[in-house]
């Protein structure tokens, strides 16, 4: 099954893609099913797994969270609950735990996305080893590397702001059945192989000359 394990909602502030146009977009492009991840909330998965129910789409929305740690962002599938931002790595993954949450880290040498760099030693599931929104691919190829010395499973996801590139990358799981729980528990036991193409230049550039522009008028409203 093709399922993109990272894909952001009109719940991060960063992004407009509203749920029936993800939902629109995976169907189309044959994805089995998806995880939103949003900045440090689970409200955007909730309420799009609600949605994708109510109009009887044969997708599995998994609930999932991007959450800031102290270090960078940390992804956490199949919660229902917030987790604290801006605590350690271990704590938080410490508190994901705790909510049965699956972790991975997304695109952990990738400094501009907030990537947490080594996580050797951490308690996770997995390792984004392929994010589609990284312009050049050194720091893929850097976290495969180094999730193949640690013996750690590698997923891919789209890291998808906008509906077009929701599956633009995905992780193909081995699993038995397509539910929210036997898709998780294939995730945990590595049952995982990624797949996609890189999202095209021109679209990364637009996303980070945008992201610019958010920043440099936060600082002028805070000096206001």
Do not use: W
Not at 95 to 106: D, E, F, S
Not at 200 to 214: D, Y
Request: charged letters at 30%.
């Amino acid at each position: 099954m093709k399922f993109d394990l990272h894909v952001h909602s009109e719940h991060s502030k960063d992004s407009k893609s509203s749920h029936d146009d993800i939902l629109e977009v995976a169907h189309k492009k044959g994805l089995d099913g998806f995880a939103i991840c949003d900045h440090d909330t689970v409200e955007g998965g909730l309420a799009c797994r609600k949605r994708a129910l109510e109009l009887g789409l044969e997708l599995t929305v998994i609930p999932g969270v991007e959450v800031t740690c102290s270090k960078g962002h940390i992804l956490v599938l199949g919660i229902s609950q917030n987790i604290e931002p801006f605590l350690s790595p271990e704590e938080t993954i410490a508190r994901a735990r705790k909510l049965g949450g699956t972790v991975i880290i997304p695109h952990p040498f990738k400094r501009s996305s907030h990537g947490i760099g080594s996580f050797e030693g951490l308690d996770i599931d997995a390792v984004e080893v392929f994010n589609s929104r990284c312009l050049f691919n050194k720091a893929n190829r850097k976290a495969a590397a180094e999730a193949k010395r640690l013996g750690i499973p590698g997923v891919a996801g789209s890291d998808s702001h906008i509906p077009e590139m929701v599956g633009q990358a995905y992780t193909e799981i081995d699993a038995p059945e397509n539910t929210l729980d036997t898709v998780l528990e294939a995730i945990r036991k590595g049952k995982v192989a990624p797949a996609g193409r890189n999202t095209p230049t021109r679209i990364i550039l637009e996303q980070m000359s945008g992201s610019a522009r958010r920043k440099i008028k936060r600082k002028l409203f805070r000096k206001a």
